[in-house]
């Protein structure tokens, strides 16, 4: 599998698991009986349900489990998220049901803001030393399983966003003012082996990452490097990924590439049957407001 290569199968009649498995088969994962630790990291970003669009759905999250262990039999994995300003995990894991799969699988899920935190000294555009999840310095594959959704600051949140939730400071709106330089940061610590984006049930709308609109797009998405992956994601969504400054920062700190290869199994697909509706006006005059343009 290339690093710029983006993976993109549609979901047939809700049988995830087949369609998580499509994706893995196009994007080459194979079984791998060394790996003895795998961490996902989910978006949980608020008190929504799946049907929002917001929060990551336990369906698609369990075929991703599924998945894994068919090709990782000897592998532990650790369903991972933080608390943030108006959150806590253990609620929002009990909210959404996803104890259970502590039962049916080999997992555990874990609030890393109560786990061990390593620093690690890097030269960022923000930060020059960062903590990060110790968990996932043990890793031997770290998964980033974001939504994709419209949001009201960076415009687009997947793959490169999706970290943002391992700040080690639970009150993360304080960053948000630096929140490109900090995402690329945090990209550029935390390096995730493989992204899988849910795009099947997404968010829209200005009031974006929780207070969208659900947007049906029946897709998952897949790749190694983070930048191709959203770059291709923010030209799904009508948006030029030149123009979203996390995504160009990120190339421009050598995270990943911008230019991508598209492999899909999809008759007559076609960017523009997807592109979120996205109030450019109000994102522009609010960030004049936030110090951002």
């Not at 960062?130 to 974001?146: A, C, G, M, Q, T």
């Not at 960076?154 to 630096?178: P, Q, R």
């Not at 030209?235 to 290869?261: C, E, T, V």
Request: with cysteine.
């Amino acid at each position: 599998m290339s690093d710029n290569n983006v993976f993109v199968t549609q979901i047939k009649n809700n049988n995830f698991f087949d369609d998580m498995n499509n994706l893995f088969n196009l994007m080459g994962i194979q079984t791998n009986f060394n790996l003895k630790k795998i961490s996902i990291k989910i978006n949980l970003c608020d008190y929504k349900m799946p049907d929002s669009g917001a929060v990551t759905d336990p369906a698609i999250l369990e075929s991703l489990i599924q998945n894994l262990e068919l090709r990782c039999p000897k592998a532990e994995i650790f369903i991972t998220e933080s608390d943030a300003s108006g959150t806590k995990v253990e609620t929002l894991f009990d909210l959404l049901d996803l104890y259970r799969f502590e039962d049916a699988y080999n997992c555990r899920l874990v609030n890393l803001t109560h786990s061990e935190w390593v620093k690690k000294k890097i030269n960022g555009k923000y930060f020059k030393e960062i903590h990060v999840p110790k968990l996932y310095e043990e890793s031997d594959l770290i998964v980033n399983h974001p939504k994709l959704k419209t949001h009201s600051i960076t415009k687009i949140t997947c793959s490169l966003k999706n970290l943002y939730g391992c700040l080690y400071n639970k009150y993360k709106l304080k960053y948000h003012n630096h929140v490109d330089d900090v995402i690329v940061d945090l990209n550029s610590a935390i390096k995730t082996d493989i992204s899988i984006v849910d795009a099947n049930i997404c968010h829209e709308g200005f009031q974006g990452p929780a207070y969208g609109t659900p947007k049906r797009c029946g897709l998952l998405i897949g790749g190694r490097n983070p930048v191709s992956v959203d770059s291709f994601c923010s030209k799904l969504m009508g948006f030029n990924p030149g123009f979203i400054a996390h995504i160009r920062k990120s190339h421009n700190a050598k995270i990943g590439a911008m230019n991508y290869k598209l492999i899909h199994d999809i008759a007559d697909f076609n960017l523009r049957n997807y592109r979120f509706e996205f109030n450019t006006f109000k994102y522009n005059l609010m960030n004049l407001f936030r110090g951002r343009l």
